[in-house]
């Protein structure tokens, strides 16, 4: 086992788990960590990586046609754990307002088509020149409500996803894993539920709280890294397990006390991760994964 | 009136308020926010402006003298409504600890003889490689505790700033207002107070609850500007009021409610800002702040 130079050049501390390996059974690969790879592409390295789950993103999935990706993983026996991502629901104009609800319905019937039950939202951020948080909130909850009904007749649950507060103006309005469980109760846990991730949440002094309220509503479980210096780019500061300080362990605890038995998507968006060799970032990521998630 | 070039080039929509304009009489300019000037350009920059308060930090005052800046800035009129900061408070081991509390135990002293009863504590981050973010929460409780007494003695108000959790890994574990008075309610509003810095806390949707909790324990109220995009140097991020997404005025109609009739205070962090002519930059500042903190 050489060690391999992505991202921080740490010498490897365990040999990469073999294909079939079962500690990998819950390792799901979001495509978004392996960007270079098409469906194809991504479908065969996780194979090769002896992996059962993959975690899939709209736009690559309609380049390459949703119906052709469903049938290419179901037929290489690789399960989809969620569908990234719904949401951007804060228009403050009724033709904004409409577009994004005609876009998020496609968006759940692509997660029912590729086989997920789980739609990953991402709520949106102020906009532009808007200064009302709390109007923008109202404007989720509200377009949440008027989802469900569609979602739920699909088969899928919108899971909300909250946003670190780095996010809260360009991306994401849903800060806490409170306020994301807040609006979901408004509805029945197949409906809307929430994903647990931990780039996200593991600053929040009420974490472990709110994963224990959580309970079964949690359909995700994703993990990166918070690393620091903060990457130029904010939108690519998520780091490999292991190269910052988030605390895996307590929070994969937390979400198992919580009844959470699902799949753990790793999803890293970071420049040196984005060009690096995508078996080599499965490679590491499956021996981090072990290391600093399961911690065995 | 000339729009001027800091930050954003937006042009002016109102003139500088002239000195002496009752408008101001709250208006703290804290010394970050013209990094260029020293001790004595900064009172003779804040006193030009028109200004009667101003936020200082320990490293130029020490430069400068501490008795001989408290002697400068009463002999121009000016008084000092905070002291930055004192905390990093969350060293693992004996000595690191040891050293945490001497420095803040002068950092108390400094602020008594520079006339303010507030120092402002950012309490730390993580230690070098230490995943615990309960432990150094638990760490910060403690040396809390430590320090009360000391602080009560000199007549300062030990004032717990929660930072974004943008900077929870690095420079600051209390993340939300309302962990700050989870603390800062262990002991009297005369010993442990909040600051309540909008680039920190805007985010919160818990914020106007919390504000209203804190009540007379809040001493400062700090305003700057979240902008987006996130410039590439975290710590360099904060924008000028109306640069960026911040409510301002929905913020101090909250800490007005929960009664706090004291200086706002100007700290800004920026390279562009850092970069302009000081007495441009307070000009702006002065403007920028009656449009969109005041909103008069």
Redesign the interface.
């Known amino acids: 086992m050489s060690a391999v130079d992505v991202p921080s050049g740490r010498p490897a501390t365990r040999a990469t788990p073999a294909p079939g390996d079962p500690v990998l059974a819950r390792l799901s690969l979001n495509q978004k960590t392996t960007p270079s790879w098409d469906v194809p592409g991504l479908v065969e390295g996780a194979v090769r990586a002896g992996l059962d789950w993959v975690g899939l993103w709209r736009e690559p999935a309609q380049e390459y046609g949703v119906e052709r990706t469903a049938k290419l993983v179901a037929d290489a026996g690789l399960r989809v754990s969620t569908l990234c991502r719904g949401g951007f629901l804060t228009a403050a104009d009724a033709e904004g307002r409409r577009r994004a609800l005609e876009d998020n319905r496609r968006a759940i019937d692509e997660a029912a088509a590729l086989g997920t039950p789980y739609l990953v939202m991402v709520v949106g951020g ?1 906009p532009s020149g808007d ?4 109007g923008a ?1 109202e404007r989720v909850a509200s377009a949440i409500t008027e989802l469900v009904d569609h979602a739920a007749g699909s088969g899928v649950q919108l899971s909300l996803e909250p946003m ?3 996010y ?3 991306r994401g309005v849903i ?2 894993l ?2 994301a469980l807040d609006l979901a109760e408004r509805f029945t846990p197949d409906q809307v539920g929430v994903t647990v991730d931990t780039f996200h949440v ?4 009420d974490v472990e709280a709110q994963i224990a309220r959580a309970g079964q509503r949690i359909s995700s479980f994703q993990v990166c890294d ?1 690393i ?3 990457p ?3 939108l690519l500061a998520r780091g490999v397990m292991g190269d ?4 895996f362990r307590s929070l994969l605890r937390a979400v198992t006390a919580a009844g959470y038995t699902g799949p753990i998507e790793v999803e890293i968006f970071h420049a040196d991760v984005w060009a690096a060799d995508p078996d080599e970032v499965v490679a590491t990521m499956a021996r981090r994964y072990v290391e600093h998630v399961l911690g065995e």
């Open positions: 102020l200064r009302d948080l709390v909130r670190h507060p780095i809260c103006a360009d800060s806490t409170g306020q593991w600053w929040d002094p918070w620091t210096p903060l130029a780019d904010a910052g300080h988030i605390d």
